[in-house]
């Protein structure tokens, strides 16, 4: 029961922060303060106050209690496996996706490498322009083991893939692995992009994997640079 407690006190919280009611800056009620409120034990109280300052929410600070740490997470798809339409609903701004190809192919040698199939597999391949505010500034190029997505169509690619893998395949999708490099425009960029001056973007290559371990999706995610950032937030471990 204590177990369900701390937890249901730590989204409790956590929701205070998201909504602004807690905002960046603001010490949250003391400990004592929560014990009262919540009708809970210290200890439990502690527990998902940890669980808040581990998740990078708050930082505790001896004597003043704990402040709101101002950490806008998810700026884009990068920082954690999120669609994009989870993405644009976090964003609240006007956003669109545009499918410019849809189609099944056979791997070349770059696809066998990094999705680890053979020239014998299908492959999904899915090339979509995310338009946020009237400027497309990101191109996703996807690529699917059909193996594991047997279907596709344009309808599902432009509302959101995920959502189709994890309620109607009943897929679980579980980790990424991410790299992160900065290049030169290529044609592709500048025809699908509204690239303006800008002679280089920064490409995000997510190799996702489902809760067995199968690598069922390679991504490279292309964004203009003035466009991108990526938040995330780290922790040190203390060592003792």
Known sequence: ???????????????????????????????????????????????????????????????????????????????????????????????????????????????????????????????????????RIILDKDFFNKKFVPFLSKDICERSIYEYLEKELQLKISFAKKEFFVEECTDEDRKYLHVKQYTHVVVVRNYVYLDDASLFQYTESRHRLDKFRFVDFARRIHLH
Not at 46 to 62: D, M, P, T, V, W
Not at 86 to 103: D, H, M, N
Request: hydrophobic content about 35%.
């Open 1 to 135: 029961m204590s177990e369900n407690k701390y937890l249901s006190i730590y989204n409790d919280l956590l929701s205070k922060i998201e909504k602004g009611i807690f905002k960046p800056g603001m010490k949250i009620p003391s400990e004592n303060q929560l014990v009262e409120q919540y009708e809970t034990s210290r200890e439990t109280i502690r527990k998902a106050l940890n669980l808040l300052s581990e998740h990078g929410y708050i930082q505790k600070i001896k004597g003043k209690g704990s402040i709101v740490l101002d950490v806008r997470k998810f700026d884009f798809p990068i920082s954690g496996l999120i669609s994009f339409k989870e993405l644009a609903q976090k964003l609240g701004k006007p956003s669109r996706t545009i499918v410019e190809q849809l189609e099944v192919m056979k791997p070349d040698d770059m696809l066998k490498k990094h999705l680890h199939v053979t020239a014998r597999d299908d492959i999904w391949k899915v090339v979509r322009v995310r338009e946020i505010e009237g400027e």
